[in-house]
């Protein structure tokens, strides 16, 4: 039976202070793993992508189901490959597992594969990182060939059968998900060629955005810099109304003066004649 400890409020407990603050430690790292799981699952789920899919499980929101579509150009274009990531309790601090479900003749199935953001390599995971970063970085790993391409895990089969399980691949069913990999990650519908555009990636759709941003506030400092310089001439220029009046009445009185002033002088001139 374990022995019974006193705690700082005098109490007895049945775990030692360090066990109780392991605990503690336990449930908090969990804590902080749950809710970032939950808001990359809402971000996911909000802003879909056309090249993968991925979702955690209801009943284990640890574990992730994920497909995710082939390179293209290369053997696996036009494959839909079905994988599990695999949270630990400590995430995001510490990096996932990865395990591959679909015959792909890259990756052993059923096997934690080892590529620079998985478990293997926990010295070069980045807690900004998450499920969205593995996805990504497990999708530019498939196409790498000869030294580049060993690894715990990997396999390496001839083009040509890579490219037949690609094609396998598509109606390829997870056991657990009960449904092909086409339904999980459908083809994206063409785009009309009416329309004379066609369908960019997230990522192109994100920097034309910023482009269209950037040109809008560009647009927006020009007409302030108008705006500033006519402000400024106004200040050191006076407006046509203000110095019209000004015209009118200052050059007409000198004018006038000066016709006044040369009748009084010939009018002096006639009188002094006279007295003289």
């Known amino acids: 039976m374990p022995a019974l400890n006193k705690n700082n409020s005098g109490s007895l407990s049945l775990f030692s202070n360090t066990e109780l603050e392991n605990s503690t430690e336990t449930v908090w790292a969990k804590c902080i793993a749950v809710k970032r799981i939950m808001q990359e699952a809402r971000e996911l789920a909000n802003d879909p992508c056309t090249d993968y899919s991925a979702a955690p499980l209801e009943e284990d929101i640890f574990e992730w189901h994920c497909t995710m579509r082939g390179s293209p150009g290369t053997e696996f274009e036009g494959g839909l490959y079905h994988f599990r990531i695999l949270l630990p309790a400590e995430y995001p601090f510490r990096p996932p597992s990865i395990m591959m479900l679909t015959p792909n003749g890259r990756f052993e199935l059923n096997t934690k594969i080892c590529i620079s953001f998985t478990n293997y390599h926990e010295e070069l995971w980045q807690p900004a990182w998450g499920v969205r970063t ?36 598509r109606d390829w069913i997870c056991p657990h998900c009960q449904r092909p990999n086409v339904e999980l990650l459908p083809d994206s519908a063409p785009e009309p060629a009416s329309s004379g555009r066609r ?69 002096f001139a006639l009188l002094c004649r006279r007295f003289v």
């Open 199 to 267: 369908l960019g990636t997230r990522a192109e759709m994100e920097a034309e955005e910023a482009a269209k941003i950037a040109k809008e506030a560009k647009a927006e400092e020009k007409v302030e810099e108008k705006t500033e310089e006519k402000t400024e001439e106004v200040v050191e220029q006076p407006t046509g109304n203000a110095t019209e009046p000004r015209r009118v009445k200052s050059r007409p009185p000198v004018a006038l003066d000066s016709a006044i002033c040369i009748v009084f002088v010939l009018l």
């Open 134 to 169: 593995a996805i990504i970085g497990l999708q530019g790993f498939f196409p790498l060939k000869g030294q580049a391409a060993v690894g715990v895990g990997s396999i390496e089969y001839p083009a040509a059968e890579r490219k037949r399980l690609a094609q396998l691949s």
